[in-house]
């Protein structure tokens, strides 16, 4: 397919089996060490998602979580959460001088995806959707995928609470049509200091121009989880 042509291309560099073998051990890393935050005095260790999620209050006014009015509330939040989160990763890399990066705003999740995701994964809890707020960063080549991710493990802004590698030679990515990238979930505080989650993905130039090709790339990433016809269970 498109996605796993460039994949194999990436793979195959000499020059990248190094950055690749650094990712996977940062990964790893990250993995046995989760971060852990002071919270009313306790230390609480974010072990995963769920954990981050106790942090997070419920959007103001918002009616129970299974309500499907709840979803409004949070894309309204969401919708602040992603400007402030794209100016925060913006400075992050451009303090850093990363030649080539170029920061990505991704918009608030759309109500049919937020729908769909949540009766079919979450049954009917539509808090236990996460991702409405979203940001990409876009590097040159498997080097910038590393230097962004320490960056962004060693900001003061974020705390990184999962690293999905789906650049690993053995992820699966057929349930998602081929796509890869290296997504992060992460806690910030929004502007009243209330902790939000975002995701970050973190991706090459080749697979984001793949995934914003008309009838290409990315239609083959949306059509493949909705229909679920690369799932093989």
């Known amino acids: 397919g498109l996605y796993d042509g460039h ?3 990436l793979w195959s560099s000499p020059e990248n089996a ?3 073998r650094k990712l996977e051990a940062m990964v790893e890393a990250h993995a046995k060490n989760p971060p852990s935050l002071v919270v009313d005095g306790e230390t609480v260790v974010i072990r995963d998602v769920d954990d ?3 942090l997070v209050p419920a959007p103001r006014g918002a009616p129970p979580s299974t309500d499907p009015g709840y979803i409004l509330f949070a894309q309204l939040e969401a919708s602040a959460g992603s400007i402030q989160v794209y100016g925060l990763v913006a400075e992050l ?3 850093s001088g990363l030649p080539g990066a170029v920061v990505l705003c991704g918009g608030v999740k759309g109500l049919a995806r937020i729908v769909f995701k949540t009766l079919t994964k979450y049954g009917g809890d ?3 959707c996460r991702d409405l707020v979203r940001c990409t ?5 498997v080097r910038g995928v590393v ?4 960056l962004v493990l060693k900001s003061k802004d974020f705390v990184v609470v999962r690293i999905k590698n789906r650049f690993a030679k053995g992820y699966n990515s057929r349930p998602i049509g081929g796509y890869r990238d290296l997504q992060l979930m992460l806690l910030y505080r929004d502007a009243e200091g209330r ?3 975002a995701e970050l993905q973190i991706n090459v130039v080749g697979f984001v121009l793949l995934k914003g090709r008309k009838g290409g790339g990315h239609d083959i990433f949306n059509n493949a989880r909705s229909l679920m016809v690369y799932d093989p269970t």
């Open 7 to 9: 994949f194999e291309e």
């Open 147 to 150: 230097a962004v991710l320490e």
């Open 126 to 128: 539509y808090a236990k």
């Open 195 to 197: 902790w939000r989650l």
């Open 93 to 95: 890399v451009r303090s």
């Open 18 to 20: 190094e950055h690749f």
């Open 52 to 54: 981050a999620a106790r």
């Open 137 to 141: 960063v876009q590097v040159e080549d």
